[in-house]
């Protein structure tokens, strides 16, 4: 079983060896919406028709509903205990959901089987925070709004447990700098250790990071990550990928590890598409996230106010919002400009939504 797990991809070493001719597992867009009062579901979207020409015709200029069922529904639990944080992640073919103080589940889409996982650490707040995949192991650092300080924790798999006891958690030392903020932007640098994370500390901004391979904490200086949530590093690029505050995409130059607070504040290259991607139009703007796809390709996720849905696609009592999926793919042209390249495809899905503190959430898997 571990060596199985060990094999992300859902290839054996055999197969990698090139043993095994069985074709290479297709990947999938997986949505994570709050779309019905009693929980969430988890939706398997297939993105390759996206670039059909007669599907583009189909969809242009109208927001669908979503393939009934959805690949999984999870009811949120009630009881004494407050639950109102839950929190999803990814690591290999595996979806997580993590709630207080209760065990996780485990959802693996390549056996669309649904175990039980770890429960979570009692300083943990789920919902609240950001999570980073290294290897095999979780990376999650959340924010306490009861004494304002971060519980930083990570999960990995330990094959000498019990099958059903095997993902276990462990908090990390140091204890994390008292940052008293939620964290603004992250990214992982590719060394494959360094985490970096921009937070606000006494109403100004700044930047630290955590080496994963020496357990350290490094204060980098009074400068801020150019992008919002998760940037993501593109080896083709040579830069970290984000959203741009204004509607863009951007593009920055990679931080050092080594650079520190006694340096003069770093300013990184930066630059941004010419053309705004999300954040326009007569709809309220609401959400946006960025999912990382490969080689240079990436998917926008855009969540927007219902207002012009067709006729006959009312949502009821509850709050409705369009979901605008989409992918397009990055490259510098000629001048060494950021450029979106020529083909961009969207689909946008008429959802409901329930909890104002939940956005939705993507995974390439």
């Not at 390759?48 to 009811?75: I, N, Q, V």
Request: glycine share 10%; hydrophobic share 30%.
């Amino acid at each position: 079983m571990s060596n199985k797990r060990r094999g992300h991809d859902g290839q054996s070493h055999h197969a990698a060896a090139g043993g095994d001719k069985r074709p290479r597992r297709r990947k999938h867009l997986y949505l994570v919406l709050d779309d019905w009062d009693k929980g969430f579901s988890i939706h398997k979207i297939d993105t390759d028709s996206f670039g059909s020409d007669d599907d583009e015709e189909e969809h242009k200029g109208t927001a669908r509903h979503l393939p009934e069922p959805p690949a999984l529904r999870l009811e949120s639990p009630v009881g004494p205990v407050p639950q109102t944080g839950m929190s999803f992640s990814a690591l290999g073919t595996k979806i997580f959901t993590f709630m207080n103080q209760r065990c996780g589940l485990v959802y693996d889409t390549e056996t669309a089987v649904l175990a039980i996982g770890a429960h979570a650490p009692s300083q943990m707040v789920c919902g609240f925070g950001i999570t980073v995949t290294i290897g095999e192991m979780l990376y999650t650092l959340s924010y306490r709004f009861s004494d304002k300080q971060h519980s930083f924790e990570v999960m990995s798999w330990d094959a000498t447990q019990h099958p059903t006891e095997g993902w276990s958690w462990k908090t990390l030392p140091p204890p994390p700098p008292t940052f008293h903020s939620r964290v603004n932007s992250y990214a992982l640098h590719p060394d494959g250790s360094s985490i970096f994370m921009t937070t606000a500390n006494k109403g100004r901004l700044g930047t630290y990071s955590f080496s994963t391979k020496d357990t350290v904490w490094r204060w980098h200086g009074e400068w801020a990550l150019p992008f919002l949530g998760q940037g993501h590093f593109d080896s083709e690029l040579g830069a970290w990928i984000g959203l741009h505050r204004d509607g863009y995409i951007c593009a920055c130059q990679v931080a050092s590890p080594s650079c520190h607070s006694t340096t003069p504040p770093l300013q990184l290259d930066c630059q941004t598409t010419k053309e705004k991607l999300f954040g326009e139009g007569p709809e309220r703007h609401m959400r946006a996230s960025l999912t990382y796809v490969g080689m240079s390709k990436f998917c926008l996720v855009q969540c927007v106010a219902g207002e012009g849905v067709e006729e006959g696609q009312a949502l009821g009592d509850h709050d409705g919002c369009v979901i605008h999926l989409t992918m397009f793919g990055l490259k510098y042209n000629n001048k060494g400009e950021l450029h979106v390249t020529e083909h961009r495809s969207t689909r946008s899905f008429v959802v409901s939504r329930h909890k104002n503190h939940f956005g939705p959430v993507a995974f390439w898997m």
